[in-house]
């Protein structure tokens, strides 16, 4: 069993920047595809980003903005977010699956979830 744990959401202005964290609990995190979904209030969960072993996705609304990184020595995923927007508020999770291989951009193919942090971008 994975436990995520997220952290760094917040109140920012448009143009600001947050970064936030998803910390695993499992020693073999590094080999997770971990990926980071939001949801906006009345829209369904959406994909923003996600990071394998090998290779790393972008939604294309985020793409040049965002960036997906993982620390191993510290079983955290990053998701750095520039040039926010206020379309971006939502409540970003982070999600973990030990496979590789599959739709990584549907909530379906991932096993773990964090709890969610709220990020607001207002000004």
């Known amino acids: 069993q994975v436990q995520l744990v997220e952290s760094g959401g917040g109140l920012v202005q448009p143009g600001g920047s947050l970064r936030l964290s998803c910390s695993g609990s499992?020693?073999?995190?590094?080999?997770?595809?971990v990926g980071w979904f939001r949801q906006a209030p009345g829209k369904e969960r959406e994909f923003v980003a996600a990071?394998?072993?090998?290779?790393?996705y972008y939604t294309d609304s985020v793409k040049g903005r965002f960036t997906i990184s993982r620390d191993n020595a510290k079983n955290t995923v990053y998701l750095q977010m520039n040039s926010l927007k206020p379309e971006d508020t939502a409540v970003y999770y982070c999600?973990?699956?030990?496979?590789?291989?599959?739709?990584?951009?549907?909530?379906?193919?991932?096993?773990?979830w964090g709890q969610g942090t709220q990020v607001t971008v207002s000004s």
């Open positions: 990071i394998t072993v090998r290779f790393i």
């Open positions: 999600a973990a699956a030990a496979s590789a291989s599959g739709s990584i951009d549907n909530g379906v193919f991932y096993d773990y």
């Open positions: 499992e020693r073999t995190f590094r080999t997770y595809t």
